[in-house]
């Protein structure tokens, strides 16, 4: 089944804790994303990979990281978190930059609270 | 600032047909995108397009700055979020809306 997966789906943590959420995907996708979901903010970009080892500032990249080492693995990292990152976060993928022909699809996201 | 507006939240009754409106300042973007989300879930891709189209009971209308969704014959399991997206030609990246609360009354 063609899917994009996330781990962990549920995550607490502390201030300053380093943590890493993984993100998956099967459909042998190049273009990968992450995006945060506020409360009247709507989906914020974060960081997109186009390729391997290729990767670019979003919107929000501010604290966090991101690495694209293999076609189907694209981890986001918070090397220090802090509260304002407590958020949904949504992992997504296509075959190449969204767009009319190239579907975005979506992981099942991931809500993280940073006390 | 390159912008999607949606209202945050409509209300419907169901078997109403209800219209979500979307409208953006993006200069360079002339496809829309609208995708449901149910919390807990990933959101999905409902219609897209440059120009009017339907997929069963959505209905997308076409403007070059702006788009409805139409929900037909609405039931109380379509109470989602609906988020509206337009496709930056500049930058190849979708720059999403704030989302729709949809709620629909018994």
């Known amino acids: 089944e063609a899917q994009v997966t996330q781990n962990p789906r549920y995550l607490i943590t502390v ?7 993984t993100c998956s995907q099967n ?53 220090s978190p802090s509260p304002n990152q407590t958020s949904l976060y949504f992992c997504a993928s296509s075959a190449s930059s969204p767009g009319l022909y190239d579907i975005e699809y979506f992981g099942p996201g991931t809500r993280l609270l940073v006390l | 600032k390159d912008q999607v507006f949606q209202p945050s939240t409509v209300a419907s009754s169901e078997g109403a047909v209800v219209e979500i409106f979307c409208n953006h300042s993006v200069s360079n973007a002339y496809n829309f995108f609208w995708y449901l989300h149910f919390p807990g879930c990933a959101p999905r891709l409902l219609v897209k397009g440059s120009k009017p189209s339907q997929q069963g009971r959505y209905n997308m209308t076409y403007e070059r700055f702006s788009s409805s969704l139409l929900i037909l014959q609405v039931r109380e399991a379509d109470a989602a979020v609906y988020y509206c997206a337009v496709e930056d030609c500049n930058t190849g990246k979708l720059i999403f809306g704030q989302g729709t609360t949809l709620q629909v009354k018994p």
Do not use: A, C
Request: glycine share 8%; charged share 30%.
């Open chain 1, 15 to 21: 201030t300053g804790k380093k943590l890493t959420v």
């Open chain 1, 27 to 79: 459909m042998n996708h190049e273009y990968m994303s992450w995006y945060r979901q506020d409360p009247g903010l709507g989906l914020r970009q974060i960081y997109y990979s186009m390729n391997v080892e290729v990767t670019d500032k979003g919107d929000v990249p501010e604290g966090y990281k991101v690495s694209r080492k293999e076609k189907r693995n694209f981890p986001l990292i918070l090397e």
